[in-house]
C-alpha cells in the first residue's frame, strides 16, 4: 500500500513591490509570496497545496509547515484520504504546536495547508475539481468534516446538517449552472494605493469593459486622496456602480466612522477591514454608526470561532473567507455554515498568490450545496500571477468559470516555482546583484 514518503516546502516569491501590486494603507510594499507544499506518495503521487504571505516571514510560514511531517510521513494513504477530517483534527489537536497560539495564526494556517493537500490529491486520484467533488458529498459526509467545538452556542451538528438537507434539492441543477455560468466576481485590480492616477483610470475602464459589476479601491492612505479616488471613479464608472472600500485594518472606531462619514457621499459599498480583524466589539460599533454602508471582514480573521462571534454580535454585514488564513477545507465550510445559519453572505477575499484560484472552489460549494444563492455574492479578483498555476483562474463577462482540471487549485507549475524560488532562483539572483 502506498504510504506518504515527504513533505516538500518552497520558499516561492514574487517581486510585486516593484510595480507597487497589492499595495494599501497597511501593506505598502508586499512581495506577494507562498509557502509551496508538495506532499509526495511512495507511488509517485502528490497533493500541492500554499499558504499566501507577502514577503518576510514566508520562510517562518514554510518551517511551521514542515513542523507537521509526523502528521502524514509513514502513513497509509488510502486510510488518510478516507477522512481527512480525522487527520485535520489530530494536526488540531497536536498539544505542543498547539501551545503556539491555539488555533490562529502561523501553525493554523500551516495546519490548512497540510489539510488543502490532502484534498488536492484526493482531487487527483478521483479525477475531479474540488469544488464538484465536495458538492457530491453528502450532507452527512460533509458535516463529519466540521468541527464543532467551541461552535455549538451558535451552530450545532444537527442545525448545519439541516442547512446542507436544505439545500439537497437542486443541486444538480446549481452544478450545471456553476459549469454554464461561473460564479460571479469583482475586482480589486484598478484599486491599489500606489498606482497613478491614469493606471487607475485605465483599469477602471477595462474592468468595467470586461463585465465586471463592482470594482474595490483601497483607502486609508489619506483621506483627501481617498475623495479624490473616489470621485475619479464615480466619473468613469458612474453612480449606480458598486465601489467598494478597504481600509486593511487601518482605524480605531472614530476614525473609521469620521472617514465613512466623509466617504457616504460617495455611496461605497462597503467597508472592509475598518480596524483591527480581532476586535468584534469595533466591527459592531462601526456597523451600526455608519449604516446603510455596511461593514465586510474575514481576510485576517484566524478561526470559526472569530467568524462565530462576529456573526453573533451582528459586527459584520459581509462575511469574507480566504483560502489559506484559516485550517482549510474543514474550517471554511465550518465558516460557510455559520454565514448560512446567519444569513449573512459570503465574498471571499482572493488575488494573492493562489488564492483566486483556490477559493473559487469555496463559493461554489457554498451555492451548490449550503446557500443555494448567489444573491448578493462575489468572489474578489485581481489580475495577476495567474500564468505560474497549472490551472489559472479564468474570469469572462465578470464571472469565475468553473475549474475543469482536478485538484483543489494551488497547483504551480514546475517552471514558476523554480524561477522564483527564494532566495536563489533566478529572478531574485538578478534582483540583488
Known amino acids: 500500500m502506498p504510504t506518504f514518503t515527504s513533505l516538500d516546502v518552497t520558499d516561492v516569491r514574487f517581486p510585486t513591490s516593484r510595480s507597487l501590486d497589492g499595495s494599501d494603507a497597511m501593506n505598502k510594499d ?7 507544499l508538495e506532499l509526495r506518495t511512495s507511488d509517485g503521487e502528490s497533493g500541492a497545496s500554499l499558504v499566501f504571505t ?7 510560514q514554510g518551517e511551521a509547515i514542515r513542523a507537521l511531517s509526523h502528521h502524514v510521513i509513514g502513513r497509509d494513504v488510502e486510510e488518510v484520504l478516507a477522512d481527512i477530517g480525522r487527520a485535520g483534527a489530530a494536526m488540531i489537536e497536536d498539544s505542543q504546536l498547539r501551545w503556539l497560539g491555539p488555533e490562529k495564526g502561523v501553525m493554523q494556517m500551516a495546519i490548512g495547508a497540510v489539510v488543502n493537500a490532502l484534498w488536492d490529491l484526493r482531487c487527483m486520484r478521483e479525477g475531479k475539481p474540488l469544488w464538484l467533488l465536495l458538492a457530491e458529498l453528502s450532507p452527512e459526509e460533509l458535516v463529519d468534516l466540521v468541527d464543532f467545538r467551541y461552535l455549538e452556542d ?3 451538528r444537527e442545525e448545519a446538517l439541516e442547512i446542507l438537507e436544505r439545500a439537497l434539492p437542486g443541486r444538480a441543477a446549481r452544478i450545471a449552472q456553476i459549469q454554464d455560468r461561473g ?3 469583482y475586482t480589486t485590480t484598478p484599486g491599489w494605493l500606489g498606482y497613478s492616477d491614469e493606471k487607475m483610470e485605465r483599469l477602471l475602464r477595462e474592468a468595467r469593459d470586461q463585465g465586471f459589476e463592482m470594482v474595490k479601491l483601497k483607502v486609508g492612505g489619506d483621506l483627501a486622496d481617498d475623495l479624490r479616488r473616489f470621485e475619479i471613479t464615480r466619473r468613469i464608472l458612474g453612480e449606480d456602480f458598486l465601489v467598494a472600500a478597504d481600509a486593511n485594518q487601518r482605524w480605531g472606531v472614530a476614525e473609521a466612522v469620521a472617514a465613512m462619514e466623509a466617504l457616504a457621499p460617495a455611496h461605497p459599498y462597503w467597508i472592509e477591514e475598518p480596524t483591527s480583524p480581532d476586535d468584534v466589539l469595533a466591527h459592531a460599533e462601526i456597523r451600526r454608526r455608519i449604516s446603510p454602508i455596511k461593514v465586510a471582514t474575514g481576510e485576517h480573521v484566524h478561526n470559526r470561532i472569530m467568524f462565530k462571534q462576529l456573526l453573533q454580535a451582528g459586527a459584520v454585514d459581509v462575511v469574507q473567507i480566504d483560502a489559506t488564513r484559516v485550517g482549510g477545507v474543514h474550517e471554511n465550510l465550518a465558516i460557510l455554515l455559520l454565514a448560512a445559519k446567519y444569513g449573512v453572505p459570503v465574498c471571499p477575499h482572493a488575488g ?8 473559487q472552489h469555496l463559493s461554489m460549494l457554498d451555492f451548490i450545496a449550503i446557500s443555494g444563492t448567489m444573491d448578493d455574492r462575489r468572489i474578489e479578483y485581481v489580475d495577476h500571477l495567474h500564468e505560474h498555476f497549472v490551472e489559472p483562474a479564468i474570469i469572462q463577462e465578470g464571472h469565475y468559470l468553473a475549474p475543469q482540471l482536478p485538484g483543489a487549485g494551488a497547483r504551480m507549475l514546475p517552471a514558476s516555482i523554480e524561477t522564483h524560488r527564494f532566495p536563489d532562483g533566478p529572478v531574485w539572483k538578478e534582483l540583488t546583484r
Open 183 to 185: 460564479y460571479p466576481a
Open 154 to 156: 451558535a451552530l450545532t
Open 352 to 359: 494573492g498568490v493562489g488564492l483566486c484560484e483556490m477559493v
Open 30 to 36: 508586499p512581495d506577494y509570496s507562498a509557502a509551496y
Open 54 to 60: 507577502i514577503g518576510r516571514g514566508n520562510d517562518v
